[in-house]
């Protein structure tokens, strides 16, 4: 197993760095907190790249990429803290390219965008598909699906859906009335999309209810359908282990830069320490997302517990580097000039998002327990 990137690899993330590059995301983030309609529109911008047909087979008009080149855009992306509608459109492809769905070519040139709503698949603790609570811990049931043929109608609430404000299409997972998990796809107009906010001004979220929404049922396996969840996972842990390397670098230049007491803060222990645990926690995070990259192709069986352990590593290095980033700067970084309080809103959300940190952490130590057991 070769996990170096390949010359095309690193092409692409180049070109996803130089794209971004132009945008001014981070200074766009600061202005969002005071008007959430500052934000740009950065879907523009992704069509032209190509983004939207990542992981569309080149015979829908796709680029046929894997889950690792996502990854590495992804990653690009949560270095600037920019808003691009990946996170619920890119598992969404990935279920309509496995059913095989008309409308691929539309949705890879970027005619037509659309969003996966998140269910969990089962775990140890739990028999059945669920989602989210809007408020509170916990989880609810997966909406319902009724299948008649090859349509599939939905009921429910799914709430703080990524990039579902601004879509068309939304592919929904539910399950049977025996637990049995179905996905489909309705248009946009048959559900109510709440946009809401919390923490990171960038990240678009929408409170989803389907009432009675009719669709076109998709031919994929439960096993296709959770494949998609444990991709989200991976996608949100390379934005993550993106902004940890961004703080990073803003905090070992900034301790090289400022003095006090005639030498750079960088040389005491109480910040280098710090920052050298930064480190720590994104190498191990990359090295994990990395695995999780190879295994989605060369390794399926594996990808649930590899993606779930990247989200887990990336959730601990973004929330300790995020501090970490406010403590090596000092009274400046809680001011609304710095960027560093940015990063920091970025690593709460992510941290809480589909399932959160914690729930992929015990889905790793669930399979190591079950595999211990059997040994």
């Given at each position: 197993m070769n996990l170096a990137l390949t010359d095309e690899q690193e092409l692409l993330r180049e070109a996803a760095r130089g794209t971004l590059a132009r945008a001014g995301t981070v200074a766009a983030a600061?202005?969002?907190?005071?008007?959430?309609?500052?934000?740009?529109?950065?879907?523009?911008?992704?069509?032209?790249?190509?983004?939207?047909?990542?992981?569309?087979?080149?015979?829908?008009?796709?680029a046929g990429l894997g889950a690792f080149d996502a990854m590495l855009v992804a990653q690009e992306c949560g270095r600037v803290l920019a808003g691009?509608?990946?996170?619920?459109?890119?598992?969404?492809?990935?279920?309509?390219?496995?059913?095989?769905?008309e409308r691929l070519g539309e949705l890879a040139a970027g005619e037509v965008r659309a969003a996966w709503l998140?269910?969990?698949?089962?775990?140890?603790?739990?028999?059945?598909?669920?989602?989210?609570?809007?408020?509170?811990?916990?989880?609810?049931?997966?909406?319902?699906?009724?299948?008649?043929?090859?349509?599939?109608?939905?009921?429910?609430?799914?709430?703080?859906?990524?990039?579902?404000?601004?879509?068309?299409?939304?592919?929904?997972?539910?399950?049977?009335?025996?637990?049995?998990?179905?996905?489909?796809?309705?248009?946009?107009s048959a559900a109510t999309v709440q946009p809401v906010v919390r923490y990171d001004a960038t990240r678009s979220l929408g409170h989803v209810t389907l009432d009675g929404a009719r669709g076109a049922r998709l031919d994929v396996s439960a096993e296709q359908i959770a494949r998609a969840w444990y991709l989200a996972q991976a996608l949100l842990a390379a934005e993550s282990v993106g902004a940890v390397e961004a703080t990073l670098e803003m905090a070992v230049a900034y301790a090289k830069e400022r003095f006090t007491f005639g030498r750079a803060i960088g040389s005491y222990q109480a910040i280098k320490h710090g920052l050298t645990e930064v480190l720590r926690l994104l190498e191990n995070a990359r090295s994990l997302l990395y695995y999780s990259g190879y295994a989605w192709d060369d390794s399926p069986d594996e990808f649930a517990r590899a993606a779930s352990a990247a989200r887990s590593a990336a959730g601990r290095a973004i929330e300790y580097a995020s501090r970490q980033n406010i403590t090596t700067h000092g009274g400046i970084a809680a001011t609304w000039e710095h960027d560093a309080p940015l990063y920091f809103r970025r690593a709460q959300l992510a941290r809480r998002l589909l399932g959160g940190t914690k729930d992929a952490t015990d889905r790793v130590a669930a399979e190591l327990l079950a595999n211990a057991g059997a040994a």
């Open positions: 600061r202005a969002a907190l005071e008007d959430p309609g500052a934000a740009p529109d950065l879907w523009p911008l992704a069509v032209e790249a190509g983004w939207p047909g990542l992981l569309i087979a080149e015979e829908h008009g796709g691009v509608p990946l996170l619920g459109l890119l598992p969404a492809t990935a279920l309509l390219d496995a059913a095989g769905h998140p269910a969990r698949p089962p775990d140890d603790l739990g028999a059945g598909w669920t989602v989210d609570r809007a408020r509170g811990a916990g989880r609810r049931s997966a909406a319902e699906a009724t299948v008649a043929g090859d349509a599939v109608t939905f009921t429910g609430t799914v709430p703080w859906v990524p990039d579902a404000p601004g879509a068309e299409l939304l592919v929904v997972v539910g399950a049977t009335a025996d637990g049995t998990p179905v996905a489909g796809v309705v248009e946009a």
